[in-house]
């Protein structure tokens, strides 16, 4: 079983930054996937930012530019650099495991509140 923990979040002023990290136990970490997701009251859940294994980088229109997503395998750790942030960032960022190999798992995080006052 896998588990997936998030810090990092709180409250920030527009323009500000955050850094969310995400800790993954277990021994899959360094093959599979990661994401970073955020889900605001009354929206859908939605993809921010993925990185593989080889450390293929892909983000949303919403968040290119200002977030960076990485990884360090070696700790089981990713991720998510937020700069020049927005109110409307905010929400509560959850990360997501996805094993790249049979039986294909997915494992989420808690997650945590980022707030961006205004």
């Known amino acids: 079983q896998v588990q997936l923990v998030e810090s990092g979040g709180g409250l920030v002023q527009a323009g500000g930054s955050l850094r969310l990290s995400c800790v993954a136990s277990?021994?899959?970490?360094?093959?599979?996937?990661m994401g970073w997701y955020r889900q605001a009251p009354g929206k859908q859940r939605e993809l921010l930012a993925s990185?593989?294994?080889?450390?293929?980088?892909n983000y949303s229109d919403s968040v290119t530019g200002r977030f960076t997503i990485s990884r360090d395998n070696a700790k089981n750790t990713v991720f998510l650099q937020m700069n020049s942030l927005k109110p409307e960032d905010t929400a509560v960022y959850y990360c997501k495991l996805g094993l790249t190999l049979w039986p294909f798992l997915e494992y989420w995080g808690q997650g945590t509140q980022v707030t961006v006052s205004s």
């Open positions: 277990g021994s899959i970490f360094s093959i599979s996937t």
């Open positions: 990185i593989t294994s080889g450390e293929r980088r």
